[in-house]
């Protein structure tokens, strides 16, 4: 074991470029954001994680190709740093020194501040699961849809004359690209008699809950259970209903939680029909019975996320695969409030996860990492791990 880490070790000397030969440069930011340089020993709890974790993510690749969902370019320094990632844990068993070292050579570190807010700001997703059935009946009468094939998705750098840009996906008609129908349209027929449902639900509310998260399991009526991935969605922007009715109702922000917004709606069909509408946004789905049942679900980049080690990211700004070292105070899984310091990998994206200093935190799967997802909104401190410049 000891002949295996020093190995390690002196392949990860071998590998990187001497630091004088490697420019720390800052992270590409909007305007108005800004980022400041940092050392790993100013970074509290860094050497506390054992960052062979994220190591071994990392060297599973930055993103699939394609991802599931586009983002901005992954940077050939960050693809070099993955590759690296790979030789390091092809030769041997990698130590925590060792781990932690190839961090500390391959990046930089830089806390990102989005102005004006001094500090990034955190929610948390889950992977849900709910009953559902294969063919439409009373108990199941909700139907999800697979990606219609005339729905276009805009990529980063497409114009679309005519078309407000906010739209982030369109549809492909003779006469040209077109706005997709929204919730409503949809809801009331506008895909009816296609062929596109690939299960049905229990009621609207379970579907949207499927939306906000972006994948989640479906218990069948005989006991199997169908996984289910994101397969794009309509374009139009999305609205939090949580926010709408904090507003409405006069709920203190703080006491908005996913439950909280669920229970509202299951307690009255008309006003959850009503509520759910306005928020445009649409999502649609594929089924995935390939994937294993200990596995996480399947993220923006195209490869399973690991609980409390995988976030979303902002796609506009930031690539997949990068690393991200994250310092916030939690809920805890126990109750109360635990202090959460440790290395991330951004492997997911949201349509509410914008700006340079927002993360969404994957908590897990399940009823009991729901709960603790819904209590997350909380102030952390983002510190971005850029990958070094290497010059000659």
């Known amino acids: 074991m000891i002949r295996g880490a020093g190995l390690a070790l002196a392949l990860l000397a071998a590998c990187a470029t001497s630091l004088t030969a490697m420019a720390m440069t800052p992270p590409p930011l909007p305007h108005g954001a ?40 992954v940077p050939p320094a960050l693809l070099a740093a993955c590759a690296d990632a790979q030789r390091l844990q092809a030769s041997a068993p990698v130590s925590a020194v060792a781990a932690r070292q190839f961090f500390e050579t391959k990046f930089g570190f ?19 699961e709910f009953e559902g059935a294969l063919s439409r009946c009373a108990d199941f009468p909700t139907p ?109 922000p703080a006491q908005m939680t996913m439950d909280v917004l669920v229970a509202r709606l299951k307690a009255d069909t008309d006003f959850a029909r009503d509520l759910i509408r306005l928020n445009r946004s649409f999502v649609f789905f594929a089924r995935r019975d390939d994937l294993p049942s200990e596995s996480g679900p399947i993220g923006g980049a195209g490869l399973p996320l690991t609980p409390l080690r995988s976030i979303a990211i902002d796609r506009g700004i930031w690539p997949y695969g990068l690393p991200v070292w994250i310092d916030a105070t939690v809920p805890g899984e126990a109750g109360g409030e635990e202090r959460l310091t440790r290395l991330m990998l951004a492997q997911d994206t949201g349509s509410a996860i914008l700006g340079p200093a927002r993360l969404d935190l994957f908590v897990g799967s399940g009823a009991a990492a729901g709960h603790r997802a819904g209590l997350i909104r909380h102030p952390v401190d983002f510190i971005v791990l850029w990958p070094r410049d290497v010059r000659p």
Not at 48 to 65: N, W
Not at 115 to 124: I, S
């Open 34 to 73: 800004r980022a400041e340089p940092l050392t790993p020993a100013q970074v509290q709890g860094w050497a506390s994680d054992d960052h062979r974790i994220v190591l071994s993510l990392f060297a599973a690749g930055c993103q699939a190709e394609p991802p599931l969902r586009a983002a901005v370019p």
């Open 144 to 252: 999800l849809y697979g990606r219609p094939p005339e729905l276009v998705t805009r990529m980063p750098g497409d114009d679309w004359p005519g078309l407000d840009a906010a739209l982030s996906a369109a549809r492909r008609t003779k006469g040209g690209l077109e706005p997709f129908p929204d919730r409503t349209a949809i809801e009331t027929g506008a895909l009816d008699g296609r062929g596109l449902e690939i299960l049905w639900m229990r009621d609207p509310v379970d579907r949207f809950v499927l939306q906000v998260q972006g994948s989640g399991r479906i218990r069948l009526p005989d006991g199997r259970v169908t996984r289910l991935v994101y397969a794009g969605r309509n374009g139009h922007a999305y609205t939090s209903l949580g926010r709408v009715l904090s507003q409405r109702e006069a709920i203190p």
């Open 110 to 128: 830089w806390r990102i501040r989005s102005a004006p807010e001094a500090t990034g700001f955190m929610t948390g997703y889950f992977e849900p």
